[in-house]
C-alpha cells in the first residue's frame, strides 16, 4: 500500500535516488544511433529504437543498485507512436528487473478525463471484458491545481492496484515561486497544496507511515524542503533538481526523515550523460559510467541522512 513497495526497493539498495530517463537523441552515443538508422531509417522509429536500446543497457547496469526510474512522458512523446512504445518498452524492462517506474506525465484534468489518464498510467483499460494494462507504471507524476476533482479518480486506482502519486507542491524551476510562493491568508500555495496531499492520502498509508500521495519538492529550496517534511509526516517526497540543477546533497538532507527515508532524489541528465563527462570515457562504456554516476550520487545523499532503515508504523 501506498509506498512502500517504492520504500523496499530504497532499503534493499541501501539508495535514495531515482534515475530520470529523459533520453534526447544527443544523449545517445553515435554508434547506437548509427547502428538504428542503418536498420530502422533515420526517422522517428530509427530513433526510438536507439533510446530504447539506450535506456536497456542503463537499465542493465544500474537495477542492482538503484531502486527506481522515472521516465519524462514528453520525451518519448516527441517521436511519436514509436516513442510511446518505447516508453511502454522502458517500463515493462525495468519492471522485469526489479525496478519501481514513476512516469513523469504531470497530468491534470477532471472527471471522465481524468479518470482516463488515471486508467493509461496505473490502472487496468478495459476491451471488451479484457483488463489489460496499458503502461502499467508505479506511479504518476500530476498537477493538483485543478483541486479535488482532479485527484480522486487516481486515489481509486492507487487504492486498488496498489500505486501512487507524486503531486507538484514546490517546483525546482526558477520561476515557481510566481505563483507557488503567493500567500493564501498566513499560508503559502505551495504550503496550502501540501496540505492537501496530506488529505488526500489520509485513507491511504502504508505500512511504514507514508501514503500513496506524494509530492514534488524541488532540490533548489532546501528551506522549503525542511518546512515540508515538518508540516507533512506522511507525504512521501519526490525530489527534482539535484545536480545539473544546482541542488546539492546537503541541501537535500533535509527531505528526509529519522529513518533515512521519506524521499527519493531524482538525476536525469547527470547519469544519462555521466559517460560524456569522465576524462577519457569511450562512449561505449556510457552505462558503466552511468552506473559509477549513480554510486557517486548514492555515496553523496548517504553521507548527509541517517541510516536507511524500515521501521513499521
Known amino acids: 500500500m501506498g509506498f512502500d513497495r517504492l520504500i523496499e526497493n530504497i532499503v534493499r539498495t541501501q539508495n535514495p535516488s531515482v534515475v530520470g530517463l529523459d533520453p534526447k537523441l544527443e544523449y545517445v552515443p553515435e554508434y547506437i544511433r548509427r547502428r538504428n538508422f542503418k536498420k530502422y531509417g533515420k526517422d522517428l522509429k530509427g530513433a526510438a529504437k536507439a533510446i530504447l536500446e539506450f535506456n536497456k543497457e542503463i537499465i542493465d547496469e544500474i537495477h542492482d543498485i538503484c531502486p527506481a526510474i522515472k521516465p519524462q512522458a514528453a520525451y518519448y512523446e516527441m517521436y511519436g507512436y514509436q516513442g510511446v512504445k518505447t516508453l511502454y518498452k522502458t517500463i515493462e524492462y ?6 519501481f517506474v514513476m512516469t513523469d506525465g504531470k497530468r491534470n484534468d477532471i472527471g471522465a478525463t481524468m479518470q482516463a489518464y488515471a486508467t493509461a498510467h496505473l490502472g487496468l483499460t478495459d476491451v471488451d471484458g479484457e483488463k489489460i494494462a496499458a503502461f502499467g507504471a508505479d506511479a504518476l507524476t500530476v498537477n493538483g491545481y485543478l483541486g479535488t476533482d482532479g485527484i480522486d479518480p487516481l486515489l481509486e486506482q492507487c487504492k486498488e492496484f496498489d500505486k501512487g502519486i507524486f503531486v507538484l507542491v514546490k517546483t525546482s524551476n526558477k520561476s515557481s515561486g510566481e505563483l507557488q510562493d503567493l500567500m493564501i491568508g498566513n499560508k503559502s500555495v505551495y504550503a496550502t497544496m501540501g496540505a492537501m496531499c496530506e488529505r488526500w492520502g489520509r485513507d491511504n498509508i502504508g505500512k511504514y507511515g507514508y501514503s500513496a500521495v506524494g509530492a514534488v519538492v524541488g532540490a533548489t529550496y532546501p528551506e522549503q524542503l ?9 507525504t512521501f517526497f519526490l525530489v527534482p533538481g539535484y545536480g545539473a540543477q544546482g541542488g546539492g546533497a546537503e541541501g537535500v538532507a533535509k527531505a528526509f526523515d529519522e529513518n533515512g527515508l521519506g524521499a527519493i532524489v531524482n538525476s536525469s541528465r547527470g547519469v544519462m550523460c555521466a559517460y560524456k563527462k569522465e576524462e577519457d570515457c569511450d562512449e ?3 552505462a558503466k559510467a552511468a552506473r559509477r554516476e549513480v554510486i557517486r550520487m548514492k555515496e553523496d545523499i548517504t553521507s548527509h541522512i541517517p541510516p536507511i532503515k524500515a521501521v513499521e508504523k
Not at 525495468?94 to 525496478?99: L, R, V, Y
Not at 525542511?226 to 506522511?234: D, S, T
Open 284 to 286: 561505449k562504456d556510457f
Open 226 to 234: 525542511a518546512e515540508m517534511r515538518a508540516a507533512l509526516p506522511h
Open 94 to 99: 525495468a519492471q522485469s528487473k526489479g525496478m
